[in-house]
């Protein structure tokens, strides 16, 4: 394994590893005590759209499932913001309308065949520098915008009726809440794909809930989870020949079984 850490594109799937698991921690976080799980499998199957639309168009993917996935954060925060309740209703229709839209565009380029298995499954060990570039810049804006509005953040997150008669932009914070979540669901395709996204940002936060009292707390234990998982889940895959993405996921579930057979508080 030592040997490996010579190669370049080793070296920068660590990276993209750390970036993209810190980030995760902190909006994974954010999408559970929102209880908006359902919202990362949604935005991350519609983002196909996208990836569809890159395609046919020729432009970067991840430009393209950025830039679609953020449309269908937006569109979801203003179809759910009176209606929270409804909010998995709306993700499930956008989530079919996405991928059938990434579908079409695909089959309609001539000459293209993509590698659909990269994007359910994850390619980490294809990440280039522009890649790290955008989830480096997209790390430093989440911990920029989370700082600068924790307390607001927070209010909304647990109590938006409190937070609309403190004054706060509820319907700001709550649209910038989703748009985070949608860019950090893109980067971490890249690490474990459209299928295992959701256990990313969901197990390590599992475990970090119950190991913290605040939510800054949560954000920072999960972020610390989620990039001890995916270095394992990278090792686990170089040993054994295993696909990267599927291993990072097997490694947090077997943290998470002994977690729960340890942990009985």
Do not use: C
């Amino acid at each position: 394994m030592i040997d490996a850490l010579s190669f370049t594109f080793v070296q920068h799937a660590i990276l993209a590893g750390i970036l993209v698991s810190l980030a995760a921690g902190i909006i994974g976080s954010l999408i559970v005590v929102n209880r908006m799980v359902f919202l990362a499998g949604g935005i991350a199957h519609t983002s196909y759209g996208g990836i569809g639309l890159a395609v046919f168009f020729g432009l970067p993917i991840f430009l393209g499932a950025s830039l679609f996935a953020v449309a269908a954060a937006i569109l979801v925060a203003w179809l759910t913001l009176h209606q929270r309740e409804r909010i998995d209703t709306f993700i499930g229709l956008i989530w079919a309308v996405g991928m059938a839209i990434g579908v079409i565009l695909v089959d309609l380029t001539p000459g293209y065949n993509v590698d659909l298995m990269s994007y359910l499954f994850g390619s980490i060990l294809a990440v280039e520098t522009g890649d790290l570039m955008f989830m480096g810049v997209l790390l430093a804006f989440i911990v920029g915008i989370v700082t600068l509005k924790y307390r607001d953040i927070l209010a909304v997150s647990y109590d938006p009726e409190y937070a609309l008669l403190r004054g706060i932009n509820v319907p700001l914070i709550y649209t910038t809440i989703l748009i985070l979540s949608a860019l950090t669901v893109v980067v971490a395709i890249k690490v474990v794909g459209l299928i295992l996204v959701i256990a990313l940002l969901t197990i390590p936060v599992y475990i970090a809930e119950r190991l913290s009292g605040s939510l800054a707390g949560m954000m920072m234990i999960s972020g610390g989870l989620a990039t001890l998982f995916t270095l394992g889940g990278l090792v686990f895959s170089y040993l054994y020949n295993l696909t990267s993405g599927a291993s990072i996921i097997l490694v947090s579930a077997a943290f998470l079984g002994v977690f729960l057979v340890v942990w009985k508080r």
